[in-house]
């Protein structure tokens, strides 16, 4: 009798061309890749010096979003050389390799965790790796995705495989319905204020539970793409009627028998009944508040109705002090609300938080208001097809007449790898996935949040509960 497998046993024991040793390493055959011109240069070096060539272009998608521009007005020249020098040999190594591009003035451009699914590039079942950590978006399809470092892309590009160990297993169980004005984002955020930001370091996760099943696929992209904060290499849920509705049809999806036959396969990508996993976490969400970060890092949050911790009150010294040095950094007091805490930013985009129903919670929110006078806002698309969407919808409008900056896809301030960049001391609103010491510039603080939380920060100027603002359905 075959022993029950987890979703993730099955994807990997369906990738491994070979075991390597008896303490888990693997050669894991790769099905997919996504490529940026920030990680990649190193890799496409190596493949140069060697004499390599890549073995299946076809698997690799190339898309430029880290250090591009994203002024109003979509432009590829670049004022800063670095980024236009990345830029340009990724081109050049495109074109010598024979990978597909979207660069800068590509119709379909955009950061590549929502190019990817949006293009049907990645299907469940698939084993997908890149040279970024939230690669895990993926797993809301039902593919394995998990980040990479360079010398990795290398071996990816010139073999379509990797040296890879099994991890652990995790099952998140997320019970409970959501209330009104909370997200998925809320639910990820809670997750990893539980269990901390390496509690699911070795593991990989799988979430499953009536809320997730509750949620659209947007949504639990979202959870996946913020496990990594929790410190997984892996997040994925089984697919289910909603995934196969949300990629039938996408540009690169099977079509016809095809599709029928693949679906056919699909559903049988769940953990089996009475699979073991190493650990078990559950998470009630029915009474969940809308959550924020006070600290510099993902893990320190809390609810926005609370107030920011005592370190005094922690008796664990490292803790102690961790809480101490993030306040320091923070500018925040303990005990103060955390209503009280003014922003100077409001930024709505990222890998995490930019698809077109994120911009649609938004709306509701910000419609008829206007963004508080002291306050830069601005709202940066996942994909010129979620800008196109979006302004087809007439939602592009309703932000601009709110105040908002409403500007080009691409990573933009979520790393402040181009000119979208805080000043020291700058406070920022933001629906990014990581809220660490200069990760949005030098000097400036970060707070985490969903985006229709940013939204109603934005527009009273401080961090507000969105629950309190009367939303359209």
């Known amino acids: 009798m075959t022993r029950p497998r987890t979703?993730?046993?099955?994807?990997?024991?369906?990738?491994?061309?070979?075991?390597?040793?008896?303490?888990?390493?693997?050669?894991?055959?790769?099905?997919?890749?996504?490529?940026?011109?920030?990680?990649?240069?190193?890799?496409?070096?190596?493949?140069?010096e060697s004499g390599r060539c890549v073995w299946r272009p076809g698997a690799t998608l190339a898309v430029v979003d880290h250090v591009n521009p994203t002024t109003p007005t979509r432009i590829a020249t670049m004022a800063d050389a670095g980024g236009a020098r990345q830029v340009s040999y990724f081109e050049e190594n495109c074109r010598d390799f024979g990978i597909e591009l979207f660069d800068v003035l590509d119709k379909r451009q955009g950061i590549e965790h929502v190019v990817a699914p949006e293009q049907g590039f990645i299907l469940p079942g698939m084993v997908v790796a890149a040279g970024d950590s939230h690669t895990t978006t993926y797993g809301a399809l039902g593919a394995f995705g998990f980040g990479i470092g360079t010398s990795e892309i290398e071996h990816l590009l010139a073999s379509q495989t990797l040296v890879y160990k099994r991890l652990k297993t995790m099952r998140v169980t997320v019970n409970g319905l959501l209330g009104?004005?909370?997200?998925?984002?809320?639910?990820?955020?809670?997750?990893?204020?539980?269990?901390?930001a390496s509690g699911a370091t070795?593991?990989?996760?799988?979430?499953?539970?009536?809320?997730?099943?509750?949620?659209?696929?947007?949504?639990?992209?979202?959870?996946?793409?913020?496990?990594?904060?929790?410190?997984?290499?892996?997040?994925?849920?089984?697919?289910?009627?909603?995934?196969?509705?949300?990629?039938?049809?996408?540009?690169?999806?099977?079509?016809?028998?095809?599709?029928?036959?693949?679906?056919?396969?699909?559903?049988?990508?769940?953990?089996?009944?009475?699979?073991?996993?190493?650990?078990?976490?559950?998470?009630?969400?029915?009474?969940?508040?809308?959550?924020?970060?006070?600290?510099t890092s993902p893990d320190q949050a809390a609810p926005v109705g609370s107030r920011v911790p005592d370190p005094a009150s922690q008796p664990d010294l490292i803790l102690r002090q961790g809480i101490q040095r993030a306040l320091d950094y923070m500018g925040l007091k303990p005990g103060m609300p955390l209503t009280d805490v003014m922003i100077s930013h409001a930024f709505i985009g990222s890998c995490?938080?930019?698809?077109?129903?994120d911009l649609r919670d938004v709306a509701r929110v910000v419609r008829g208001k206007r963004v508080a006078a002291h306050v830069r806002a601005m709202i940066v698309p996942?994909?010129?097809?979620?800008?196109?969407?979006?302004?087809?919808?007439?939602?592009?409008?309703?932000?601009?007449?709110?105040?908002?900056?409403?500007?080009?896809?691409?990573?933009?301030?979520?790393?402040?790898?181009?000119?979208?960049?805080?000043?020291?001391?700058?406070?920022?609103?933001?629906?990014?996935?990581?809220?660490?010491?200069?990760?949005?510039?030098?000097?400036?603080?970060?707070?985490?949040?969903?985006?229709?939380?940013?939204a109603a920060a934005a527009i009273t100027g401080h961090l507000t509960d969105v629950r309190s603002f009367a939303l359209e359905a």
Not at 227 to 244: Q, S
Not at 352 to 357: C, D, P
Request: glycine share 8%.
């Open 7 to 48: 979703l993730y046993q099955k994807h990997i024991d369906s990738h491994t061309v070979c075991e390597l040793d008896d303490q888990g390493h693997v050669l894991l055959y790769v099905d997919r890749q996504v490529a940026n011109e920030y990680t990649s240069p190193q890799a496409f070096s190596g493949l140069r």
């Open 180 to 196: 009104s004005g909370l997200t998925s984002k809320d639910i990820i955020m809670a997750l990893i204020e539980k269990i901390g």
């Open 202 to 295: 070795g593991y990989a996760i799988e979430f499953a539970g009536p809320a997730i099943a509750e949620l659209s696929v947007e949504a639990r992209m979202t959870i996946c793409n913020m496990a990594v904060e929790a410190g997984a290499r892996g997040a994925f849920m089984a697919p289910d009627d909603k995934v196969f509705a949300y990629l039938q049809n996408k540009p690169r999806a099977p079509r016809d028998e095809l599709w029928e036959q693949a679906v056919a396969t699909w559903r049988g990508l769940h953990s089996d009944e009475g699979a073991l996993f190493d650990r078990e976490v559950t998470l009630d969400v029915s009474a969940l508040e809308p959550m924020v970060t006070w600290g």
């Open 352 to 357: 995490t938080n930019a698809r077109i129903e």
């Open 382 to 454: 996942g994909s010129t097809l979620v800008r196109n969407q979006a302004e087809s919808e007439g939602l592009a409008q309703v932000f601009l007449d709110a105040g908002f900056e409403w500007r080009q896809s691409g990573c933009s301030m979520c790393l402040a790898m181009n000119d979208d960049v805080l000043a020291p001391g700058d406070r920022c609103a933001s629906s990014t996935n990581r809220n660490f010491e200069g990760r949005q510039g030098a000097g400036a603080r970060t707070h985490l949040m969903s985006p229709a939380m940013v």
